[in-house]
Structures are given as structure tokens and as C-alpha cells.
């Protein structure tokens, strides 16, 4: 385990790739192999390397966690110099666009014309998020929850109060690992969000 580094980014893009279906391999759901990078990896590495780090074993890199610390200037920063290039690439979703275009490369694109803003009351107690993701050979050996160990470590030495995440509903997998690993669960209908407060 280790920070990321600038030649790990295909890795971080693969890697994203193979466990973007709800934690399984999403390559039939995307005409461009590098979509789910452009959104759920690539701008933490790049923007934030220094909370991305990476689990590697003889074979190469098999799984990263990466965060933001502060949700809101980082979301700022995306609308200022990460956005603007991916919308001339991929087009907002429409009516008139092929059939054949999966829902995931739907709400990709969508969520690149329209992204994601944390919710206000989450952030004002969890400000910074994390995605960390592992490819199967990785799992149930103990390296996620050292890469969460790592990256919260990193996090409480910057000063963050605590930590946030999304999970969807599909991912059940991924709901039972934050609360193995120290997560608690807020009470919220609509979606699953996962926190780790870091003042205490």
C-alpha cells in the first residue's frame, strides 16, 4: 500500500472501470472504457494526490481509495477546470441519442452536464467524501479496510471533522464493508449515506 503516484492513472482508470456496475465489471455498459474514470476517479488523483493511495501486490495495482478534502472547493474546482473539457467529449444525454447507449453511460454522461452537489446538511459535519475501490482479487483479505485506515490517518492529519459517502441501493456488498470497517449509516429514506467523524 502506498500514494498514488501520476503513472498509477490508468491503473486508477481500469481499476474504476472493472467495479463500476455495483462493484463488477461495467466494460459492456460503456463506449468508452475511460467514462467512469473521468468521474469517479481521475480528478481525486490529479487534484488530490495526496489523499490517493493504492494497494499493489506482484500483478500491479488491484485497488485505490481517493477523497476530497474539502467536498465543496473540490466540487468547485471540477465545475472550473474538469468539467468544461469532458462536456465537449460527451454529449448531454437525449432523446435523439442512440438506443443502444446503456443507463449507465446515460446517468455518466448526465451526471458530467449535471454533476453531483453533496448535500449542505451531510457536508457540514462530514466535509470530506472518499470512492475506493477494489478488483475481486483484492477482496476479503483486509486491504480495504487498510487503504479506509490509511486514507482517514491522512485525513485527520489535514484537520478534516469527518468523512462522507454515497452507496447505491444495488451495492449491498459495499453497504455491509463501511459498516464493518467503522462507518455508521445516517438515517435517510432515499439514499445510503455512510459517515466517519473524525472529532471525537
Request: proline letters at 6%; hydrophobic letters at 40%; a negative charge.
Amino acid at each position: 500500500m502506498r500514494q498514488s503516484r501520476p503513472g498509477d492513472l490508468e491503473d486508477l482508470y481500469r481499476i474504476c472501470l472493472l467495479t463500476a456496475d455495483a462493484g463488477d465489471d461495467a466494460t459492456r455498459l460503456y463506449s468508452d472504457p475511460q467514462l467512469p474514470g473521468h468521474i469517479w476517479a481521475a480528478p481525486y488523483a490529479i487534484f488530490e494526490p495526496s489523499l490517493a493511495f493504492v494497494a499493489e501486490d506482484t500483478e500491479g495495482v488491484g485497488g485505490y481509495v481517493l477523497a476530497a478534502f474539502d467536498t465543496v472547493a473540490f466540487e468547485r474546482r471540477l465545475e472550473e477546470e474538469w468539467w468544461p473539457g469532458l462536456r465537449s467529449r460527451y454529449a448531454e444525454p437525449s432523446a435523439e441519442m442512440p438506443q443502444g447507449m446503456s443507463e449507465a453511460e446515460r446517468h455518466a454522461r448526465h451526471l458530467i452536464h449535471h454533476p453531483w452537489r453533496a448535500d449542505r446538511d451531510v457536508i457540514g459535519g462530514y466535509p470530506s467524501h472518499l470512492h475506493i475501490d477494489l478488483l475481486p482479487k483484492m477482496q476479503g483479505r483486509g486491504v480495504g479496510r487498510r487503504l479506509i485506515e490509511t486514507l482517514a490517518a491522512a485525513l485527520r492529519g489535514k484537520g478534516s471533522r469527518g468523512l462522507h459517502l454515497f452507496v447505491g441501493s444495488r451495492n449491498q456488498r459495499a453497504q455491509g464493508f463501511y459498516r464493518h470497517v467503522g462507518f455508521t449509516e445516517l438515517p435517510v429514506s432515499d439514499v445510503h449515506i455512510f459517515v466517519m467523524d473524525f472529532t471525537s
